[in-house]
């Protein structure tokens, strides 16, 4: 039993880049904009959020861990969003091919984040960590409550950026399917000249929608750095999370909702193996590494197979919009 | 003040795309509490024009006035605010969207939407006008004139007291138009100023009280409806005096059946039935149009005897002609590639020129090899013959373009047709399905198709014409078949048919077993 | 309408928008490639930037870069060595991304390619004659690739299975694979290090002018590609199937068996490039094998607009800027993976700079203007 709940302690921990990116991305598709580069914006939040902390401790003489927590949140987001900003700029207002604009994003993110890390890593001396205190924050847990018997470690033992991922998912949920905005929101998705035609700013939405979509993105790349690396660059880090990311938007639906279900499914089956005593050995574990990756193509043939009206892809994705277009 | 009574005052409205200029200088007023016909052939400017006054697009030149005041029409939300509204002809709605929810899309309010309230008010404005709906209803489940009924309440529920449709009729059947008139002429009362418009010269002469008449971009005039007549309505927007009349010659007497559809019955990916028991045969040099309401399976018929949509059960038999004498295949199941090479001789112009029968992006050249590429030895193709024979088509149909390897997407949409039609007809088939051929040409190009399509049909070709346009059904053909909801639920002479029979079959009264002439 | 309303207050009069935008055909093709060549010129500019903002002197930097992969003659070996593989990998996605199939699997198939040729190499030595081997190499790894890529095609064909995640994540599995054969199966005894030994003499190419002789299987295949897709009966098949499914249907065409075939030329290609990184360079088969080059083939062949000749010089290009980036590591300590950096900003600018061929800009009050680049 205590195996079992140190398990979903475990997946959910995991789970959770997952649904930064699905959610971030989901926001992202509903506009119809179909950005490829989840897995660049991911690189420049998780270097961006790792910079802010470490150059916040850096010049405070007495940091708090809980204000380099923030900042490395808002850096991630922010750097994050400048990466969808660009690929705004190149899709919405200069129509350029979004699959390939998309892989060219995710170039430059990769990029972006190596190299950032190494610099960072050589003017610190070759080697890149925030101090003790900010990695507490990001291992913390709810004070009191977690410990609380099994409840209060099933849900109350995860840091704040566990429970920020959930806010967002359900906040998104809810702007999409409950609110005026939301509803244009989807309406620019599905067919920017009727939404525009309604007298809906396509643009505007389109450019909010995949900045803010990129930057919760980023804050999924800051939380790998962060909770996954403990505090430190790792060249590659996020090698894959981003795609399986794209990928999982396909498996949910778009649906914020089911991206909860879907994103720790994914966390869970990546920490599957340090708790089903299989007795591997070395080569074995690297064949068992590609699972979630061999999963991810499964649920793309079972949602593509099934394909319904209601729960498809927002029509116009994919497609740039130009109003004058004949 | 004359300035006041008008609703909107439009002087010198100039518009081009690239090269070509869609409104030279268009100046036209409507006056409060009247409908405006604004007719114009295709291509003439006029849904331009409409398109500037709801800020779709933006004029290059001219001045806009609403209620005697100038302004500039920047975005779709400025005309709103201005409190004008388009219905557009190709719906603008969102169809996984409820009613309700497309005719709040965009309107500022409350940040959540209180859904009870909406519907109660929306069921009040459609009354008002005589109008049902229901609010909670997709519109992926919606019938073309439920769609459209969406679409004027959306304008309606935006406070819009000029409204402008653009082709309000040529989705809905000779019932449904009459009804749509009527709402029209209760707006009218109710002091709304109502631009429509159209090409269709007897529904202008029905409900408008003055006539615009637009011709290649410019407006050549405008005349109060109760003063004119068809002839000089038609003179006016072609600019010379033509011939009303579609020419049709006497069918073949020695007419074989080329093709004969038994029980043709097809199903939508979703499962409907598309066509329902479908029987017909199609004789040898006689034109068989197909009329109904757009939707009722047309597509469908095409594109299964063309063998691109998949048959769920009867059969399509297809006269064959060999040494030994002729006989028949049944078609269905077998791809293009097979039917061709089973000798049936059949082409298909389908309605979608550019994404189905053309490749938008090449050139003539590679555009006539697209059935043919396959012929010769050896792994390359052979352009010499294509080449060639697009050379001959360009001088045999006066087809306009800068040259063989131009682009066919930056041709004009008749030139696109002439094409298309062109390299079907040059396969010389004995079975010809158009579909739609006409649709979106000036009267030239279309009488120059109906031309050809004659031509084929005196060559003792078979010509299966889906049409959209009853008069030109009614004008061209030798027989009339009628679609609902993927039943055959007449087959009539349209010598000895009015239209409203016509009519009242395409909304599905009458049985699959009407009287067959 | 007279004065009155000329001067009536215009309450809802807006200003016409500062810039509009309208579509145009018109553009000389040498206009455009000009423009094309200006935007990778503004986006080393962009980077030179970059190099300020890191306290260098970008021309410098520039011309260490360009020293360092052309100097020496074990430089230029080194830049051609980088092209090869990258070469091979664009024109494999070529004949896929005309077709619109967006194969991001290249780098799997290189590495299902080059696990095919090490086996054949590490385990068939000593049963042929070199020439034969080196035959037998390069057929397992162009099925290999070939198989690698057609799998994805088939769910696409079948049931329209998105392939741009498919083939994305096929290359994570067989990286995955080359791990497990590296850490288990393949693994050299002698080493204490994870890796599979190198493959013997028998199985390596031989050189031409210093050069394995894989640069003429590429430069043949280049040339081949070009006429495949422009003059070949497959390859107009391709153009249609890319520009409308719709309309390669209507015409007959079996477009699932078309894609099919092309993703297996494509694999194949690809699985060649991976042949060729062993047989040719490495002379063993490791996790970076491929080291990223069938996504860095995605630009070259999006750079080339899919013209297999523009390719060899763009790979070239790109080959020099990471040679370049090594050299300026060692000399400027700056990390390697600024050539990545520069890549991106070398496509965003070439994506950009279409809008300015497809476009033009109209200014308020300067009606009929065009703007420049």
């Known amino acids: 039993m205590y195996k079992f709940i140190q398990f979903i302690c475990a997946t959910i921990l995991a789970g959770t880049p997952f649904l930064y990116g699905t959610v971030g991305e989901i926001l992202t598709e509903k506009s119809g904009n179909l950005n490829l580069g989840v897995e660049g914006m991911m690189f420049m939040g998780g270097i961006a959020g790792l910079a802010g902390a470490f150059y916040y401790e850096k010049f405070t003489a007495v940091p708090i861990g809980g204000i380099a927590a923030l900042i490395a949140v808002v850096c991630a987001f922010c750097c994050a969003a400048l990466g969808a900003l660009i690929y705004c700029f190149l899709t919405i207002t200069l129509r350029a091919n979004q699959n390939v604009t998309g892989l060219a994003l995710t170039i430059f993110g990769t990029g972006f984040g190596n190299f950032f890390g190494e610099v960072l890593s050589s003017r610190a001396g070759g080697y890149v960590a925030v101090s003790a205190a900010t990695k507490a924050v990001f291992n913390g847990n709810v004070p009191v409550l977690s410990s609380i018997p099994t409840v209060g470690k099933l849900l109350f033992s995860y840091n704040f950026a566990v429970y920020l991922a959930v806010i967002v998912a359900i906040a998104i949920a809810l702007f999409l399917n409950r609110t005026r905005k939301g509803l244009s929101l989807r309406a620019v998705g599905e067919n920017p000249a009727t939404a525009d035609a309604a007298g809906i700013n396509v643009t505007l939405y389109k450019y909010l929608a995949t900045c803010i979509g990129g930057g919760i993105c980023g804050i999924g790349g800051m939380y790998i750095v962060m909770v996954t690396c403990s505090g430190v660059w790792v060249n590659n880090c996020i090698s894959g999370y981003g795609w399986i990311a794209v990928a999982l938007v396909i498996f949910v639906t778009w649906s914020p909702w089911r991206a909860l279900i879907g994103s720790f499914i994914f966390g869970g089956l990546s920490v599957l193996r340090y708790y089903l005593h299989l007795g591997l050995n070395n080569a074995q574990s690297q064949l068992y590494d590609v699972v979630p990756y061999a999963a991810t193509v499964i649920v793309l043939i079972i949602t593509g197979i099934r394909q319904s009206r209601e729960h498809a892809i927002p029509a116009s994705c994919g497609e740039n919009y130009f109003r004058e277009e004949r | 003040m004359a300035d006041e009574l008008n609703a909107i005052k439009l002087v010198d409205i100039t518009k081009s795309f690239g090269n070509v200029v869609a409104n030279n200088r268009i100046s036209l007023d409507v006056r409060k509490g009247e409908i405006l016909a604004l007719l114009g052939e295709n291509g003439s400017g006029k849904t331009t024009l409409m398109n500037i006054l709801s800020g779709i697009y933006f004029p290059d030149g001219g001045r806009i006035y609403v209620s005697g005041r100038e302004v500039t029409i920047r975005s779709p939300k400025e005309a709103f605010e201005l409190g004008i509204g388009m219905i557009h002809q190709h719906f603008k709605l969102i169809d996984v969207l409820t009613a309700a929810e497309n005719i709040v899309l965009g309107l500022p309010g409350s940040v959540g939407i209180n859904r009870k309230a909406l519907f109660a008010e929306i069921k009040e404005l459609a009354s008002r006008y005589g109008f049902e709906i229901d609010t909670g209803k997709k519109i992926y489940d919606m019938s073309v004139s439920e769609k459209q009924t969406v679409e004027i309440i959306k304008v309606l529920y935006r406070g819009a007291d000029i409204l402008i449709l653009d082709e309000p009729t040529a989705v809905l059947t000779p019932q449904e138009t009459e009804k749509l008139f009527n709402v029209l002429r209760n707006m009218k009362a109710d002091g709304k100023a109502i631009i429509i418009i159209t090409h269709k010269l007897n529904e202008v002469l029905a409900v408008s009280d003055r006539v615009s008449i637009l011709r290649k971009g410019e407006s050549v005039g405008t005349v109060d409806t109760a003063k004119t007549t068809q002839q000089e309505l038609t003179d006016l927007m072609v600019g010379r005096r033509v011939s009303l009349e579609i020419d049709r010659p006497q069918p073949d007497e020695n007419a074989v059946e080329c093709l004969k559809i038994v029980d043709l019955t097809c199903k939508s990916p979703e499962g409907h039935r598309v066509l329902d028991s479908v029987s017909f045969s199609l004789y040898s040099g006689e034109i068989l149009g197909i009329a109904g309401i757009a939707g009722s399976g047309q597509r469908e018929l095409c594109e299964s005897i063309a063998g691109l949509y998949p048959v769920h059960g009867g059969a399509i038999l297809c006269r064959v002609q060999s040494q030994d004498g002729d006989y028949r295949e049944n078609i269905v199941g077998m791809k293009p590639t097979e039917i061709i090479k089973r000798g049936v001789a059949m082409a298909f112009v389908p309605e979608d020129r550019l994404g189905m029968g053309l490749v938008a992006s090449m050139d003539m050249t590679d555009n006539m090899m697209l ?94 014409f889906i049409g959209e346009d009853l008069d030109v059904l009614m004008e061209l053909c030798d027989r009339v078949m009628v679609l609902c909801g993927g039943r055959v639920t007449g087959i009539v002479d349209p010598k000895s048919t009015t239209k409203e029979q016509i009519g009242l079959l395409m909304a599905g009264a009458g049985s699959g077993k009407a009287a067959s002439s | 309408m007279g004065a009155n309303s000329e001067k009536t207050k215009r309450v809802l009069s807006h200003a016409e928008p500062l810039v509009r935008l309208a579509k145009r055909s018109d553009m000389p093709a040498s206009k455009a490639w000009a423009i094309r060549v200006a935007s990778i010129v503004a986006a080393l500019a962009i980077g030179a930037v970059l190099i300020v903002a890191l306290g260098h002197n970008p021309f410098s930097v520039y011309a260490d870069m360009v020293k360092g992969s052309f100097f020496t003659k074990t430089s230029r070996v080194e830049t051609i060595k980088i092209a090869i593989p990258l070469l091979g990998a664009a024109l494999a996605i070529t004949p896929a991304f005309k077709m619109k199939f967006w194969n991001i699997g290249a780098e799997g198939q290189i590495l299902a390619g080059a696990i095919a040729a090490t086996y054949v190499a590490l385990f068939w030595i000593d049963k042929m004659p070199r020439p034969v081997l080196i035959l037998v190499m390069f057929i397992a790894g162009a099925a290999a690739g070939g198989i690698w890529g057609v799998i994805p095609a088939l769910f696409k064909a079948k049931w329209g299975i998105n392939e741009t995640l498919f083939t994305l994540m096929f290359n994570y599995i067989v990286l995955g694979f080359v791990r497990y054969l590296q850490n288990g199966p393949w693994r050299a005894p002698a080493s204490s290090f994870p890796q599979i030994a190198m493959i013997g003499f028998q199985s390596r190419l031989p050189k031409v002018f210093g050069v394995h002789i894989g640069w003429i299987i590429i430069l043949a295949i280049t040339v081949a590609m070009f006429f495949y897709l422009k003059y070949a009966k497959q390859g107009y098949e391709i153009s249609v199937v890319g520009e409308s499914v719709k309309t390669a249907q209507y015409a007959g065409m079996n477009v699932g068996w078309i894609i099919i075939r092309t993703m297996f030329i494509s694999g194949a290609i690809a699985g060649i490039a991976g042949f060729l990184i062993v047989s040719g360079e490495d002379f063993t088969l490791s ?19 899919l013209n297999p000749f523009v390719m060899v010089f763009i790979s070239m290009f790109l080959a020099t800027l990471s040679k370049g980036s090594n050299t300026i590591q060692t000399n400027f300590k700056i990390p390697a993976s600024a050539a990545e950096v520069l890549t991106g900003i070398i496509l965003f600018c070439m994506l950009g700079c279409e809008f300015f061929i497809n476009y033009k800009l109209i200014f308020r009050h300067r009606k009929g203007d065009e703007a420049g680049v």
């Open chain 3, 287 to 305: 996790e970076s094998t491929a080291g990223g080059v069938g996504f860095t083939a995605i630009t070259v062949a999006w750079l080339s607009r």
């Open chain 2, 371 to 464: 059935k043919s590429y396959r012929s010769g030895k050896g792994i390359f193709t052979d352009r010499k013959t294509p080449r060639a024979m697009a050379e001959n088509l360009i001088k045999r149909l006066d087809i306009v373009t800068p040259g063989v390897s131009t682009p066919v997407r930056l041709l004009s949409g008749g030139n696109v047709q002439k094409v298309l039609v062109g390299r079907e007809i040059a396969s010389s088939p004995s079975v010809l399905v158009v579909a739609y051929p006409v649709r979106g040409l000036d009267i030239n190009s279309s009488y120059t198709i109906y031309d050809l399509l004659n031509e084929q049909k005196k060559k003792g070709v078979a010509v299966l």
